[in-house]
């Protein structure tokens, strides 16, 4: 392959384990509604990947189905509060996958920027409460429909920034969504298999690569 000059890191599930914090956020705004029941963890993390006001919808959802649009009001509302109470506690309970901030120090010379679905302001938090805000140039959140995955445009943005071909870079990430995102820009895929999205749709997804530890990063990569 060839030499690669920039890496766009997923961030939930691939990054970090974020399910719990997440799941706890929804629960204290289902509370706040007046929404009796608890979500669980593995339901709150079949949620995510496509977005917070998906996620929302979902977890908001008796059975956690992605609902219509009649009632936008209650939406609009459960945004503001979830976010409320996830900025109040981003990483609670979030962690580090295995390797991930030792793989990102042993980079040198990559440009490393994070492709997320999560609000900007709150990835950065999540980063900054890691220790891992450092390593990356650029941090591309949700908020912007134009830059939200399976959209290509933030890619394509930070490429146009850094004048940095197709063929020198790659996105790494735990879901379908981000292979068909890097496919969309023009980019090398690589999935992982330990994250927050079932294995069998990363590997459905047919990427160029699939690892199963971030340490195995270090392999397909051209010195």
Same mark, same amino acid.
């Given at each position: 392959?060839?030499?690669?000059?920039?890496?766009?890191?997923?961030?939930?599930? &691939?990054? @970090?384990?974020?399910?719990?914090?997440?799941? *706890?956020?929804?629960?204290?705004?289902?509370?706040? =509604? +007046? #929404?009796? $029941?608890?979500?669980?963890?593995?339901?709150?993390?079949?949620?995510?990947?496509?977005?917070?006001?998906?996620?929302?919808?979902?977890?908001?959802?008796?059975?956690?189905?992605?609902?219509?649009?009649?009632?936008?009001?209650?939406?609009?509302?459960?945004?503001?509060?979830?976010?409320?109470?996830?900025?109040?506690?981003?990483?609670?309970?979030?962690?580090?996958?295995?390797?991930?901030?030792?793989?990102?120090?042993?980079?040198?010379?990559? &440009?490393? @920027?994070?492709?997320?679905?999560?609000?900007? *302001?709150?990835?950065?938090?999540?980063?900054?409460? =890691? +220790? #891992?805000? $450092?390593?990356?140039?650029?941090?591309?959140?949700?908020?912007?429909?134009?830059?939200?995955?399976?959209?290509?445009?933030?890619?394509?943005?930070?490429?146009?920034?850094?004048?940095?071909?197709?063929?020198?870079?790659?996105?790494?990430?735990?879901?379908?969504?981000?292979?068909?995102?890097?496919?969309?820009?023009?980019?090398?895929?690589?999935?992982?298999?330990?994250?927050?999205?079932?294995?069998?749709?990363?590997?459905?997804?047919?990427?160029?690569?699939?690892?199963?530890?971030?340490?195995?990063?270090?392999?397909?990569?051209?010195?």
């Amino acid at each position: 392959m060839s030499t690669i000059n920039i890496i766009f890191f997923d961030l939930d599930g &691939t990054l @970090a384990d974020s399910r719990q914090d997440i799941t *706890d956020a929804v629960n204290r705004t289902r509370e706040a =509604l +007046g #929404i009796e $029941g608890n979500k669980t963890l593995s339901e709150v993390h079949s949620y995510v990947g496509g977005g917070l006001e998906e996620t929302i919808r979902r977890a908001l959802d008796k059975n956690g189905t992605k609902p219509g649009r009649e009632n936008e009001n209650l939406i609009k509302k459960a945004l503001v509060l979830f976010r409320d109470f996830y900025r109040e506690n981003p990483v609670t309970e979030t962690k580090l996958y295995p390797l991930v901030e030792e793989t990102l120090e042993n980079l040198p010379g990559i &440009t490393k @920027a994070v492709l997320t679905n999560k609000d900007r *302001d709150i990835a950065i938090s999540v980063l900054q409460g =890691l +220790g #891992i805000s $450092g390593y990356f140039t650029d941090i591309i959140g949700g908020n912007d429909e134009k830059y939200r995955k399976p959209s290509p445009e933030g890619i394509k943005k930070i490429m146009r920034k850094y004048g940095f071909s197709a063929d020198s870079a790659l996105i790494v990430g735990d879901m379908d969504i981000d292979i068909i995102t890097g496919r969309a820009a023009g980019i090398k895929t690589c999935g992982v298999t330990y994250g927050i999205g079932p294995k069998e749709d990363i590997i459905k997804a047919a990427p160029d690569y699939l690892i199963d530890s971030m340490a195995e990063l270090k392999n397909i990569i051209a010195p």
